[in-house]
């Protein structure tokens, strides 16, 4: 059974940073491309940014790009999503997630293609 648990949320004053980390059991991380979401109160969960199995393409929406960088040590079955610059915009809670299909070494962005999820990890920047 694949499990997925993030950590690295917390509070933050607009302009800091954050790294959000996922480590991944129960399944060959190499070969899934993996990304994260997030969901704020009272709205749908969005794209944010995702990953291809060997690490050498990524995707971002636009409203994180330029600002977030996402990476992933295979080694270490984990994931991570480097936040600068943030905004109270980017208040949410963020999930991370698996691609459904493996070895397509591709950066994929509909929440479709992902079937697994974590428990979500809160991010509150204050202004």
């Known amino acids: 059974q694949v499990q997925l648990v993030e950590s690295g949320g917390g509070l933050v004053q607009t302009g800091g940073s954050l790294r959000l980390s996922c480590a991944v059991s129960?399944?060959?991380?190499?070969?899934?491309?993996m990304g994260w979401f997030r969901q704020a109160p009272g709205k749908e969960r969005e794209f944010v940014a995702s990953?291809?199995?060997?690490?050498?393409?990524?995707y971002y929406a636009d409203s994180v790009k330029g600002r977030f960088t996402i990476s992933r040590d295979n080694a270490k079955n984990t994931v991570y999503l480097q936040m600068n610059s943030l905004k109270p915009e980017d208040t949410a809670v963020y999930y991370c997630?698996?691609?459904?299909?493996?070895?397509?070494?591709?950066?994929?962005?509909?929440?479709?293609?992902?079937?697994?999820w974590g428990q979500g990890t809160q991010v509150t920047v204050s202004s």
């Open positions: 997630a698996t691609n459904k299909i493996p070895g397509r070494n591709w950066a994929p962005f509909l929440m479709s293609d992902f079937d697994s």
């Open positions: 129960g399944r060959t991380f190499s070969s899934y491309a």
């Open positions: 990953i291809s199995e060997s690490g050498g393409d990524a």
